[in-house]
């Protein structure tokens, strides 16, 4: 998604390809979160997620896009 500049003539058609990722993306996710929307989980592996999206927001903030 960074370089599609050059990638896509128009920005119509950059919609059109946004578009087809977003719907795309629900068909293949929905049925993983219906699976796995019930599925324990303990303190430990809670802690573990907080974590990893810890890390992630301060990876963005310190490390930001370079033009």
Do not use: H
């Not at 128009?10 to 993983?32: M, T, V, W």
């Amino acid at each position: 998604m960074d370089d599609l500049d050059g990638d896509i003539a128009s920005g119509e058609d950059l919609f059109k390809f946004i578009q087809d990722c977003g719907n795309g993306f629900l068909d293949s996710y929905l049925p993983i979160i219906k699976k796995r929307a019930c599925m324990p989980y303990t303190n430990a592996e809670k802690k573990w997620q907080q974590i990893r999206r810890g890390r992630y927001v301060e990876f963005n903030l310190v490390c930001p896009k370079i033009p």
